[in-house]
């Protein structure tokens, strides 16, 4: 339901041949917009400005992070950052910008800077109807060395990965007839990668262009008995890949907590953009969803996609106001095109956090289409003092002629005590292991960090945490670091 723009928000991101033009673009983006809403009628614009600074000393046992052959370093970071932003009734704006230095006391070879800007727009052009979203960034970050990526942030030199994306979606979402909520719209998105080369053969290019055209209709939120939807997507990349997702779902309440659910829908994708690889089929599904209690949800749906069983399946719960815990479970099939087109999209992160590349991109990119099976499971309290979040994650991929299949397993956990207004402990804990056919390509991921912070003053703390990090792969390669960071942050 279209609120006005002060209450949206959007993830997207801007495309910039350099930092300096991307920084000098977002800023006159964020002052145009800001003087466009106020020369429209608009009341006042709120702007909001704050600087930011961080002083971090790392101490780390493997600068190099090799495999035997260890060598300590002492790190000496600076981060500045600086977060602006722009609100009205009809305006959305953000600016963020970090500027950051690593100063390596033995690896100087190593010393370096990093840049990390983002900028969000959302303009109401005509009140709860239409909007323009124009959004980007730029993300520079240390490539993994070794396959590894290293226990904190910091840079390689020369070896930073540069990413710059841009959106533009103009849309209209409003509601139709007192209950009928419409949204229609296209993004214009572009996505490139510079400083990617890692030695393997670039077979795309580094600059991706994808269009995203989106259509949806219905009642399905209304308090009916009987609610609908209609959705449509279709995404199409810059070398005519593309996909097509049509769905129609159908709402049908049998008590005040109980609905069923029914939808039928058509997918088509292209595999090679020439017309020659297409494959196309229709879609069922069929469930329910209830809500039983104002702190329980369930929600089941079995069918068929492109003649293999699907399910999905989502459950939530809250034992008492200090305790959630939420299930899923999905079971599809994700063909060959629908990988690349939704791979391409957007900057990649491994299950570390590390950048992954257009190489490995490519690399993951299989000529098959495969089942994928997903089951998640997390959990959040607060009692008191005493805070955490709980996730266990679990993927498998089989695919259908590849003997590429492989299994993911995650474990993540963070946890927090408070000793009063101004002290803090923490602690978390990361495990990913991955099992595939081919076992070069098995890794053992293990993280721990703990920690403590205190509050200096009202806008300035101090925090020193000691990381414990390991990498073994089925090469025979294991990777280990300790590092401990001593940071002082303030904001003004």
Do not use: C
Not at 45 to 54: G, I, L, Y
Not at 73 to 80: A, G, H, K, M, N
Not at 128 to 156: H, P, Q
Not at 405 to 426: H, P
């Amino acid at each position: 339901m279209a609120n006005g723009a002060k209450n949206r928000s959007n993830s997207s991101l801007l495309r910039g041949t350099s930092l300096t033009t991307l920084s000098l673009g977002s800023l006159v983006l964020a002052s145009g917009l800001t003087l466009l809403a106020a020369t429209t009628g608009a009341r006042a614009v709120e702007v909001e400005v704050t600087p930011t600074a961080d002083l971090k000393v790392t101490q780390t046992d493997n600068v190099y992070l090799t495999d035997g052959g260890e060598e300590d370093d002492t790190i000496l970071s600076i981060d500045l950052g600086l977060q602006l932003r722009a609100t009205s009734p009809r305006l959305q704006s953000a600016l963020y910008y970090q500027f950051s230095y690593d100063k390596y006391d033995t690896a100087d070879e190593y010393d370096g800077t990093r840049h990390d800007l983002r900028a969000t727009n959302t303009f109401e052009v005509s009140p709860e109807f239409f909007y323009i979203d124009l959004n980007g960034s730029v993300l520079e970050r240390a490539r993994n060395r070794n396959a590894v990526r290293a226990a904190t942030d910091r840079t390689y030199g020369g070896e930073q990965v540069r990413v710059t994306t841009v959106s533009l979606r103009p849309y209209i979402e409003t509601i139709v007839g007192g209950s009928m909520e419409l949204l229609a719209g296209v993004e214009l998105s572009n996505v490139s990668y510079s400083d990617t080369d890692v030695g393997a053969a670039t077979v795309l290019p580094n600059d991706i262009d994808r269009v995203t055209e989106q259509f949806r209709i219905g009642t399905e939120n209304s308090q009916d008995p009987f609610t609908w939807s209609l959705n449509v997507r279709a995404r199409q990349l810059d070398d005519d890949r593309e996909d097509l997702d049509v769905l129609a779902s159908a709402f049908f309440g049998i008590s005040g907590t109980t609905r069923l659910i029914g939808r039928v829908g058509y997918d088509q994708a292209d595999t090679n953009g020439d017309g020659t690889n297409e494959i196309e089929e229709t879609l069922w599904r069929v469930g329910f969803d209830m809500r039983p209690s104002a702190r329980t949800t369930f929600r089941a749906e079995a069918g068929q996609r492109y003649n293999r069983t699907t399910y999905d399946m989502a459950a939530s719960h809250t034992f008492r106001e200090s305790f959630a815990l939420t299930a899923s479970y999905n079971h599809t099939l994700v063909t060959d095109a629908g990988q690349f087109v939704e791979l391409s999209g957007t900057p990649i992160f491994d299950d570390t956090g590390a950048l992954i590349g257009l190489d490995d991109i490519v690399a993951d990119i299989v000529n098959d289409s495969y089942i994928q099976r997903r089951a998640r499971v997390q959990a959040s309290g607060n009692m008191d003092a005493f805070s955490y979040q709980l996730g266990f994650a679990y993927l498998d991929r089989e695919f259908e002629f590849a003997l590429n299949d492989n299994t993911i397993t995650q474990v993540q956990g963070r946890m927090e005590y408070l000793f009063s207004d101004r002290l803090k402990a923490f602690a978390s804990v990361g495990l990913s292991d991955e099992d595939a056919d081919v076992p070069a390509q098995e890794t053992d991921i293990e993280r721990y960090s703990i920690g403590a912070a205190m509050a200096l003053t009202q806008n300035a703390y101090i925090s020193l945490q000691g990381v414990n990090q390991s990498y073994e792969y089925g090469t025979g390669m294991e990777v280990t670091e300790n590092a401990i960071v001593l940071s002082v942050t303030t904001s003004w």
